[in-house]
């Protein structure tokens, strides 16, 4: 097998702070970066940012920043995540490096080289937050399929790749490589979208200025996405002299980590490139779901991002990751909320592991137990938890090597319960007084069980299960533990670390400070419930707006004519003046309410109110709504 193993994240758009969704795709990779060190590999972990493009150019201008500016200021952000929550990366890759646009514009070259890459023309509708194209041949611009924004019209010189020439070679490859994607609902979807046909792939644009110069026609950048896969190659050295020997040691990667949104250009897109580079193709992508919060997808354009920082100020960051790796199952889309976490905490982390070492430890300290020594012929029902404890390893690691972490995180709680069922049976505080020998073998199976639980589970909670090794005079082995624990036939000399007696390991959730807590929940959805009959009461209106004009001696409101269709054109004053230029607005089409009672503004009657979203950095913005939806259409 091989002993190196590159694996890798996604790189997050520079456009925010980082929030709990791009923390767990970080986690998860994380977990299995740290998995593979116990098993004695040699890992490079890469993670990073993503920083050209079209969306990043507009939020800076926006910002009243320059593109660069305005991404240097995001990574000090991630950096203090990734570290509070001990993300174990290698490097940490950003696309306006030197590095990667020289080796991403070696890539292309050898494309061009090869004869896949051509010039045409592209038209077409373009999603500019999703820096994606939508195929769809419609004549009013499509929704995106992915965020549900308008998309825009673009017409322009561009080169092409061949990914069509590349149809067939990738049906093999994914016939030839059942593993290439987990869970298999996505690499069955995957196969579907390239059996029914591939066009060739826009990589350039000539519209878009803050992007890498493409290789001998400086008109135009590389496409974001083109570029921002080679990330995974640069990364780790490709197009770097110097560091070729590690790009060979490393490439490919053994793990790519990515959520669902992004599986296109991972699974067909990403693999098609490298075939025609001639490197070879990953292991395994890993394609994980959603965290929803309230059934919405958590998002910053959402306004419901959970921030990291708190989170493992409040709970810990080991306790955050537990419960990212043991609650959202990897292949579907999960539900973050306080009260659960507190449930997890309380129940999984304080009672069934925290509580258990405290009174080992408490039971040690009580009958003068400094240390146990290594036991030549165990009790009966020793011998029984030592099979079922190598029985959990083979699980576990069978689970884990498989990615499928929330199952092997539960087979591991579920020995747990079982130590404790062991504990509780024996009885050791009774044997303390009528069997010392027996006494000593139950507190010394208790240590070795603990210490399995320990290793395996410091991939998940580092810094905890250090601590909760050291309370019995272990540390955490760096590598290769996980097979010497499966050979290790239970001689292990342990000491009691007396300082550590009483150490509250886990903190437990009292119901006031569950209380609090949802509290803190309410406010990221909002609970204040109405009846439906309320809400039906208020007319919602689709108009296009005619006219725009700025109200004399008000630096607040404009004047509006819009346009209802058959409910005729109406007069409507709203006070957004300062963030919408009239010329702007004439010929937008969005949502008003149209029952409110006309109020008189400035001496002029208003009959209606336009509805805007505010985003605190970004401004307001209007409601979006297809160009098929007719003036008049009353919302539902
Ligand atoms: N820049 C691209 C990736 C380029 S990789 C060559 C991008 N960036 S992103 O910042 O929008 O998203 C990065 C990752 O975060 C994706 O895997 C995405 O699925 C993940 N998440 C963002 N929000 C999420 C949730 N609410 N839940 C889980 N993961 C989510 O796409």
Redesign the pocket.
Known sequence: MKDHSYIT?????ATARP????L??TVIADVFARWQRLQGKSVFFMTGT?EHGQKIATAAIDAGKSPQEFVDQFIPLYNEVWNMYEISYTTFARTTEKKHILGAQKLIAILQERGDIYKDVYSGWYCTPCETFVNEDTKVAPLCPSCARETVMVQEETYFFRLSAYQEKLLAFYKNNPDFITPSERFNEVIKFVESGLKDFSISRTTVSWGVAFPNDTKHTVYV?AE??C??LTAVGYGNDVQQEQFKQFWPPTLQ??????IR??AVYWPAFLMAAELSIPKKLLV?????VGHE???KSKGNAVDPIPLAQTYGSDEVRYFLMRYLAVNQDGEFSYQHLHEVITADLANDLGNLLNRVLLLAEKYNVTSVDSVSVWHDTIILLRGEALDMIADYRRLMDGCSFHLAVARLWQFIKRINAFFHEMEPWKLAKQDTALFLQVISATCHSLRIVGILASVIMPTKMAQLLATIGITVPAMDAVTALEDDIWHQHFIFNSQKTGMVLFKKWEPFMIEEAAQKEESIIPQNYIEFDDFIKVDLTVGTIVQAEAVAKSDKLLKLQVDFGPLGLRQILSGIAKHFKPEDLIGRKTVFVTNLKPRMMMGMESRGMLLTAENPEKGLSLVMINESIENGIRLK
């Open positions: 994240t996604p790189i997050y758009y929030h709990l969704g791009s767990y795709s993503d996405w921002a896969l990330s995974y980590v990515l959520g669902k949104d992004i250009f991972h994980h779901g959603w965290i929803r997808k958590m998002s």
